[in-house]
């Protein structure tokens, strides 16, 4: 998931591109890559990559926030890794740094508007609230909950809702930045086929200006 921020006049343009690689033991439902998975004995390869730009003020006040358009395509090498449509809305993001906490929230609607006739149509919403809280040396507490609602399910079926946090740690390999964090979720809401639970271990490389 690289984020290419791009300074234009007193803009940043913020591009985010996610480019999921998916080992699937079979339909499993709830994911934002796959808002209406079919049957299936699983598959392993390329799911729908998403891009989104944020058009944000390059000198934000205490509230950064940025807004802009999201495209879903759909690349995935397996029927069973995506959507087969093309789907297109609109994204936002809110952010506030207190000291010493980081909270925001970012948000996505998606619709299709053209792609396979045979598969579902899409119309899924992404809620993102995340909380860190800064510790001492690099480390941080972190929740960082992704909520979907498939609107095209049935209503018992629509939500995706986890709870839970991890840690992380900001650190130096040579001069090169990294962040990493692990994290566990309980899925307090979430659709038939959806697991119980969520775990994920992340890795980012940081090239700040």
Aim: net charge neutral; charged share 15%.
């Amino acid at each position: 998931m690289p984020v290419i921020p791009v300074t234009v006049g007193n803009w940043n343009l913020i591009n985010r591109v996610i480019i999921p690689l998916i080992d699937s033991p079979g339909s499993v439902a709830g994911l934002p890559e796959i808002p209406n998975p079919v049957p299936g004995d699983g598959a392993t390869g390329l799911g729908d990559i998403n891009y989104s730009l944020f058009l944000s003020p390059a000198k934000p006040d205490k509230i950064i926030w940025g807004l802009g358009p999201s495209l879903m395509m759909p690349t995935a090498s397996d029927d069973q890794l995506g959507s087969k449509k093309w789907s297109a809305g609109a994204t936002g993001v809110l952010l506030a740094q207190p000291k010493p906490w980081s909270l925001g929230i970012l948000a996505r609607q998606l619709w299709s508007f053209a792609g396979d006739d045979d598969r579902a149509d899409v119309s899924q919403a992404l809620i993102q609230p995340f909380v860190n809280y800064n510790l001492a040396k690099g480390w941080y507490l972190i929740t960082d909950m992704v909520i979907t609602a498939n609107w095209k399910a049935d209503s018992g079926s629509r939500w995706t809702v986890p709870l839970g946090g991890g840690v992380g740690k900001l650190l130096k390999i040579g001069s090169q930045a990294i962040n990493v964090r692990a994290e566990t979720y309980y899925n307090v809401e979430k659709p038939d086929g959806a697991p119980d639970w969520q775990w994920g271990f992340t890795v980012q490389f940081l090239f700040p200006k």
